[in-house]
C-alpha cells in the first residue's frame, strides 16, 4: 500500500502563493488515482483537485478553479498542489489522497494558513 507525506504548508497572506507537495512511496505510484482535500477548523473535510494515473487529467471544485493547479511526477512519485491568490477561508489542514480500487490511503496533512 502506498505511504504518502505531504509537505510545503505553512503561514502565508491573503494573496500570496503556496506549492504544496505531496511524497509517495511504492513503485505503482502511476496507477493511482491523486487528490487534495482540506478540512478547515469545525468544518469536514472538502474536495479541492484531484488528478488521474497516467493520462494526468484533472479535476477541481468550482470554488478554485483558475487560481490552483494539481499536478503530478510519476518518476519522482510526487503530487503537488500550486495555489496563488489564496484566500483566508482557505486556511485548512491540506490532505493528499491516493485511490485505486478498493486502496484509499491518506497523509498526515499539511497545514495552511492564510492570514488577512
Known amino acids: 500500500q502506498v505511504q504518502l507525506v505531504e509537505s510545503g504548508g505553512g503561514l502565508v497572506q491573503a494573496g500570496d502563493s503556496l506549492r504544496l507537495s505531496c511524497a509517495a512511496s511504492g513503485r505503482t505510484f502511476s496507477s493511482y488515482a491523486m487528490g487534495w482535500l482540506r478540512q478547515a477548523p469545525g468544518k469536514e473535510r472538502e474536495f479541492v483537485a484531484a488528478i488521474s494515473g497516467r493520462d494526468s487529467i484533472t479535476y477541481y471544485a468550482d470554488s478554485v478553479k483558475g487560481r490552483i493547479t494539481i499536478s503530478r511526477d510519476n518518476a519522482k512519485n510526487a503530487l503537488f498542489l500550486q495555489m496563488n491568490s489564496l484566500k483566508p477561508e482557505e486556511t485548512a489542514v491540506y490532505y493528499c489522497?491516493?485511490?485505486?480500487?478498493?486502496?484509499?490511503?491518506w497523509g498526515k496533512g499539511t497545514q495552511v494558513t492564510v492570514s488577512s
Open positions: 489522497n491516493a485511490v485505486v480500487g478498493v486502496d484509499n490511503t
